[in-house]
């Protein structure tokens, strides 16, 4: 875990939700490659071509914009697929109760910061896939907000979803924190807020918030 610009008195936390609020490489590995699968039928292409040519877009973006991260739903605008159809795609393909289930220590742990702070999630899904993961994991009700693809219908690194939550939260930007797992997609961004970031690992680490000296339970 790592932190970054904590505020003396943070009033909310925006979390990041796959790799954050639960470690399943599996079910990343599936969400990546089914979109891509899809993509390369469309397209008629292999897999393993169209994996690599995504990889060097991707790569090629960080280059000439100084390392910032590129989302895949942007990537595939790139490659042809609109946003409101690769939404519809990760509606289609994605069933998050097929990998994952419900944690107790989550919930408790959710519980306990949202006593203290405005909860709200940040996510490059849609909402709709944002519930069911939540549904999944026990923690449907944590959230007073939930940010998705389709609620500003641009995908971090992009600020305006963390903007929105922000707004949802009723809380300045300053006073917000971003948890997430990847640091140009969840960290980089809101920093240039003016907001604190906090780099996990993994669902590990959320847990251990609870301990962390500059975030008070
Ligand atoms: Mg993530």
Known sequence: MKLY???????????????TLYTNPAYMQFQNRSL???LARRRGSS???MQG???????QWAQTQGGQGLSLSTTLVHFGISLKESMRWREELYEPGVYLKAD????ETLKRLGAVYALALVTNNPVLVARKTLAALGVGECFQGIVGLDTCLVSKPHTAPFLKAAALCRVSPSACVSVGDRYAMDIAPPLTLGM??????GVEDVYH???EESIRV
């Open 5 to 19: 610009n904590i505020p003396e008195h943070p009033e909310a936390l925006l979390f990041d939700m796959d790799g």
């Open 36 to 38: 891509i699968e899809r």
């Open 47 to 49: 897999l393993e071509a």
């Open 53 to 59: 040519a995504i990889a060097a877009y991707q790569e």
């Open 104 to 107: 107790p220590k989550l919930g």
């Open 196 to 201: 604190g970031g906090i780099l996990v690992d």
């Open 209 to 211: 918030l609870l301990f």
